[in-house]
């Protein structure tokens, strides 16, 4: 992409004119759960890529888990490649797992691309890609460091959760997060940051939910050592006080917190403690989201509304457009190493262009989603911002509501080669 005034386009260029709608660089989302091959009934490469380009985003940076096998080792990186390829709306990248059991993987999954692994320190529920232990954590991250590749952490360590009992009223969302308190994040994040500090890797915090998390957080960055950190929509729009009961969707993990700590979340955005926002976007089949806060599958689906949901608070708090291009786009690029190409709108970059009406006003509903299951808690909210077109290298991929075909996404591999 070059960028130039109108009198100084070649003669030949195609013309697009949008009046004073506004132009967003791409979005880059650098926590989606595909959860193809395998669980395409949850969501798949197709619906979820479609949804991606109806939100304003040209880029998903792809979980290894919920899709089967997870990817933990180069065989299922294959695999997720084979599915994904010719039906991707959006371009995606893939993220390799790390478990304690497939440390020999971490070199060769970094050869084969990934942007770099992600582990976690509960259970994820997920056979396949099992929790790591912090002896295993020690006895991989010498190798991970070498690969100069992020680690992706879900930061709640399992000893401090509480499991709670059958006699708990499990229909009470305060019920839920007293069951996932904010030590267990706490707790994580200081154990991440000794790690850190002894192993020099590059850590990000993925869906930091806790603020109480922001102090420490600040001063080891102070400190040097390279850590990053992304929240999610839902924690920067909805608040523990007001979630009904059975309110299952609004179920994830680590949980909605109060209103006050969603307030002090937008303030580690403003202070650049929060580097990013993503989505953390991870669907099921509706009926899996149903029953009590101790049966329902945690996770939002969000791909296709986060953009209009971040803007509408933005707007509340007087903040500008710039840094929603700076959270939503430039920074997840960044972390996916895909910062080269993608995440800004400069001369060298693909054209990747988010046509944007910040003005438009609308109460969101089923026909705006485009993913797979149209269930989402966010059903009914009104909020600003419209996509009105969104392009991928210059062709576009949403337009006036519909999607052109053929499919012309394709995996972006990271710019920078391990070493
Ligand atoms: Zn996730």
Known sequence: MSVCAPEDAPREALRHEFGDLVLLPGLVDSHVHINEPGRTEWEGFAT?????????????VDMPLNCLPETTTVAAL????????????????????????????????????????????VDPGCPGLTMISEQELEAALPTLAR??????????????????????????????????????????????????????????????ATALALEELAKARDEGLRIT????????????????????????????????NREALWQGLRDGVIDLIATDHSPCPPSMKTGNFRQAW???????????????????????????????????????????????LAAGYAADLVVFDPDAQFTLGTEDLHYRHLVSPYLGEN??????????????????????DPPIGREQIRIKSYC
């Open 48 to 60: 979820a890529t479609r949804a991606a380009a109806a939100g304003g985003y040209t880029t998903l």
């Open 78 to 121: 294959e695999a997720k490649r084979n599915a994904a390829a010719g039906q991707c709306r959006v371009d995606w990248a893939p993220w390799g797992g790390l478990t304690g059991h497939n440390q020999a993987h971490i070199v060769p999954l970094a050869e084969a691309g990934v942007s770099g692994f992600k582990c976690f320190l």
């Open 147 to 208: 690969t100069g590749l992020p680690l992706l952490v879900h930061a709640e360590l399992a000893e401090y959760l509480k499991p709670g009992s059958d006699t708990d009223d499990w229909l009470q969302y305060s019920t839920y997060l007293r069951s996932r308190p904010d030590e267990s994040e706490l707790a994580a994040i200081r154990m991440l940051i000794g790690l850190c500090r002894k192993y020099s890797f590059r850590l990000h915090i993925v869906h930091l």
């Open 229 to 260: 950190v992304e929240t999610c929509p839902h924690y920067l729009h909805f608040f523990a006080e007001e979630i009904p009961a059975g309110g299952t969707l609004y179920k994830c993990a680590p949980p909605i917190r109060s209103r006050s």
């Open 298 to 344: 945690g996770g939002i689906a969000s791909l296709s509304v986060a953009l209009p949901v971040i803007w509408t608070e933005m707007r509340e708090r007087g903040l500008p457009l710039e840094n929603l291009a700076r959270w939503m786009a430039a920074q997840p690029a960044r972390l996916a190493g895909l910062e080269e190409r993608k995440g800004s």
């Open 383 to 404: 909020l600003y911002g419209k996509v009105r077109a969104t392009f991928l290298r210059g062709a576009p991929v949403f337009h006036q509501g519909s999607f052109p």
